[in-house]
């Protein structure tokens, strides 16, 4: 049961460093790279567990596979908090690039103009209802590749653990 306990700091501080990494414009660009900053938050959860592990305790791959999915949960929930606190503020980055792309192209078919309007308000792509969805698809992929993370960092630290007991 202690080492049950212990999971809970390394997997929020994980998810943290998913959530900051991911939802911040430039920095998040960084996840196009198969999902680069998600993995890098399950490699630092597993990292924090196995340095606070006592002397006479193994990091087992199990224990790495439920910590890269417990960051990629706690990552999905926190990176969605962010993007609604961006949402309720005013900041909508992508809002730049469609109003620019509207002036460009005269020749575009005004339903679409008219839904790209509706994106502006607090309606439509912002709405409460694609804020569950966003989330609903980040705990998906964030999970998966989280968990990932943890499983690559449990084999490095394995390996190391080995490489000292040979020595």
Request: charge should be neutral; include cysteine.
């Amino acid at each position: 049961m202690e080492n049950n306990e212990s999971k809970l700091i390394p997997s929020l501080a994980g998810g943290a460093v998913i959530a900051i990494l991911s939802t911040f414009p430039v920095i998040s660009a960084g996840n196009c790279l198969c999902c680069m900053w998600v993995i890098a938050g399950g490699i630092v959860a597993v990292y924090l567990y196995n340095k606070n592990l006592p002397e006479n305790k193994e990091l087992t791959q199990s224990d790495a596979l439920i910590i890269g999915v417990l960051s990629g949960i706690f990552g999905a929930l926190f990176a969605t908090l962010i993007n609604y606190f961006f949402i309720v503020i005013g900041y909508r980055p992508g809002m730049a690039f469609l109003e620019s792309f509207i002036e460009s192209k005269r020749d575009i078919a005004p339903e679409v103009k008219d839904m790209i309007e509706s994106f502006k308000g607090n309606e439509g792509l912002f709405g409460p209802f694609i804020v569950f969805v966003q989330l609903g698809v980040k705990l998906i992929i964030y999970t998966v590749f989280s968990m990932l993370g943890g499983v690559i960092a449990g084999a490095f630290l394995n390996k190391k653990q080995e490489k000292n007991k040979n020595e």
